[in-house]
Structure formats: C-alpha cells, structure tokens
C-alpha cells in the first residue's frame, strides 16, 4: 500500500491549486518539444496535471497509489492511467516528452532510485523528445524547518506543515489537515512522506550521461541562484 493511499482523497484540498505549475509545464513543453503530441507523466497523482495536458496531448500517466489513480481517472477520462512504480516501470513504446512535476522525485527515497527514474525517462523518450522535472530544493526544506508549522487555509480547511530533517540529504515531511465536520468541529487527517533532497551538481552529473543538453529553471527569478526553492530541469537531446 502506498503512503498516499490513505490520505488520497484530501490530497488536492491540502495541496491546493496547482494551475500555475500546470500552465507552466504546458509553456516548457511548447518551448522544448514543439512538436510533441504524446506525454507521459511519472507520479501523475490525482491527476491534476494531466487534466491540463490532456487538453492539448495524448497523455499517459503512472503511479503507484491506486486511490490517487482513482481520483485522476475521474478527472481525466481521456488519459491513459497505469499502476506502477516510476523506478521500475517497462512500456513497450516511447513518448515526445517525459514529465515528473510537482517534486515527485524528491520522494522517490534512495538516489539510485532516482538514477532508475532518469534512466526509464530516458529508455521511454523519441530521439528529440525532452524529460522535465522539478525538485525541491534543501534551501527550501530547510526554509521549512526554520519555520516549524506553516499553516495554509484551502477551500474550507486548514492545513499544516512541517518539515524535520532525519540525516544529510533526508527529511521528513508531516502534512496535517483539519477539516470541519460541523460547526467548530474539526476532524483531524496526518500524512507523513520520507523526501529525498539531491545537490542540484549531483543530479547534473547523472543526467549528463543521459542527456546532451540539460537546462535549469526557477520559475520564482530569472536565473537559480542559492535561493531557488523549486528548480526545474529540462533534459533534452538524449544520447
Ligand atoms: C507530490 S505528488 C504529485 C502528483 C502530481 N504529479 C501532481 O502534480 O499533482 C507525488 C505522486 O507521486 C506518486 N509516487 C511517489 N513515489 C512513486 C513511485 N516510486 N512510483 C510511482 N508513483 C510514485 C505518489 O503516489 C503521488 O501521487
């Protein structure tokens, strides 16, 4: 069972909107793969991201909570949605683009499971296609940690979180819900996640190897700099 099962069907109400991270996916895609009509998402989740991309592409997603696959075959009836594990997975075809937002990586908990997920998005790409994922950044965990609850209000509920760091490179995440049942009346929801945090020169140098062309994106300022909390990879040209 997958840590997501149980906390599925708040996920979206904890998380919030996510418009802005799926137009900006829709621009990357446009810029880097002009051409593409097919795409394939790693952790599509509830799939909020593939609603938006399922307007404009033949979409595919994976993930490995069937409750959160649930949700996203609700919302996106025109996608293809398969269980599976991202480090793991076969298909017998290849896409024009790869996608793994939303920081799915980070929780994708040992680095050569993440070499696994660099090396299937790459055995699943078309010669031209492109991979692009974002990350979480330590500044950004640590940012959290600093910080020990941020409290956010979504549509009728407040959700906290909180961030504590296990060992170099590993935290741990606890998101809190409450929701009201009735009036002052809250019902409490926890969900913990393991994340993995990568050194941004790491992750380039495992994905040179696979890519001729590597580009990074802070979708908060013009260039990263030691500040980026979410960084953005567009991996193209594969080898
Ligand atoms: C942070 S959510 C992002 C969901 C979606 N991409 C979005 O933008 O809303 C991470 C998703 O990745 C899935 N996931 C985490 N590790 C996975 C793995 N090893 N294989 C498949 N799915 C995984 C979780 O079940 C969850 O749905």
Redesign the pocket.
Known sequence: M???DPFAQY?DQV?GD?SE?AKLLMRLIRRHAPRARTVL?????????LQELSRRYETTG????RA?LKLARKKCAKAELLF????EFSLDRQFDVVV?????IN??TSFR?WQRVFENAHAHLRPGGAFIFDVNTEHKMEMYRADPVTVDFHSGAFSTVSVRRLRRWHYQVDLTLFREVRSDLFRRYQMSLPELVVPTQKILSELSSLFRRVTLLDPDRRRPTAETEELFFICSAPR
């Open positions: 997958s840590r997501y996920y998380i996510r991270v998402e790693l952790g599509c989740g509830s799939g909020t991201m994976i993930d490995n909570s959160m599976g594990d991202i480090s793994c937002p939303f920081d799915t929780h994708v499971a």
